[in-house]
């Protein structure tokens, strides 16, 4: 099975509201990344977490290793906000550094 | 965001033909990691470097990929033959230590085999 299960898979908001996505591990990781790919493809970095939680204005993250799960909170949703977010993540048992990615979830922003 | 760079944008090729795509890794960042993205959002990851040497690769880019991280040029990563299930966007990464390292992705090049 998927080392990352993220969800949901697709998401609607209306400007100004908010939600949570969200991923699970069947393994031990021991940091997590969020990325949000816009329309060209581009992976923009929003949070690299090794334990914890991070905010960076409307966005927040949590990274939880012991429970195998990771979150982001979108508060406040704007326009820009639409595109595909992943949540990727490197699990403790390797040596190669690789990121294990979940397959995304499109958010889709509305007025 | 990030700094890495990778050429072409988008490349066109008949089936059985070679593919070459390069990346520049952001500056002080010895390594180099190369994943593909199919249509469905699912990532693969194909080969990492650190400086030039090899890290891991998986057994279909051994097979049929050639990459190479040289000194003081751009890293590539060739399809010998390309198949059409090797359309995807290929990404590629670098950061400034493998372990516990945050990575940085360029625009990718997205590669259409007819």
């Known amino acids: 099975g998927d080392q990352v299960e993220q969800s949901p898979s697709a998401l609607s908001l209306h400007e100004g509201t908010g939600s949570a996505l969200r991923c699970n591990f069947t393994?031990?990781?021991?940091?997590v990344q969020w990325f949000q790919q816009n329309s060209r493809g581009s992976l923009i970095n929003l949070f690299y977490l090794a334990s914890g939680t991070k905010e960076n204005g409307r966005l927040k993250s949590t990274f939880n290793s012991k429970e195998s799960y990771s979150t982001l909170h979108i508060r406040d949703a704007q326009l820009e906000d639409s595109g595909t977010y992943f949540c990727?993540?490197?699990?403790?048992?390797?040596?190669?550094?690789?990121?294990?990615f979940g397959k995304g979830t499109l958010l889709t922003v509305t007025p | 965001n990030s700094k890495v760079i990778q050429t072409p944008r988008y490349l066109v090729k008949g089936q059985g033909q070679k593919a070459k795509m390069r990346c520049i890794p952001e500056k002080g960042h010895p390594v180099v990691f190369w994943y593909q993205q199919n249509k469905n959002n699912e990532f693969k990851f194909l080969i990492n470097f650190q400086n030039q040497e090899v890290l891991q690769q998986i057994d279909m880019t051994e097979k049929r990929f050639s990459a190479e991280c040289p000194s003081n040029s751009p890293c590539s990563l060739e399809i010998q033959s390309s198949e059409a299930g090797d359309s995807a966007l290929y990404l590629c990464a670098s950061s400034p230590t493998g372990y516990y390292a945050e990575q940085f992705f360029g625009p990718g090049t997205r590669l259409t085999v007819l």
């Open positions: 990727a993540a490197e699990d403790s048992g390797g040596s190669n550094y690789k990121l294990t």
């Open positions: 393994t031990t990781m021991r940091a």
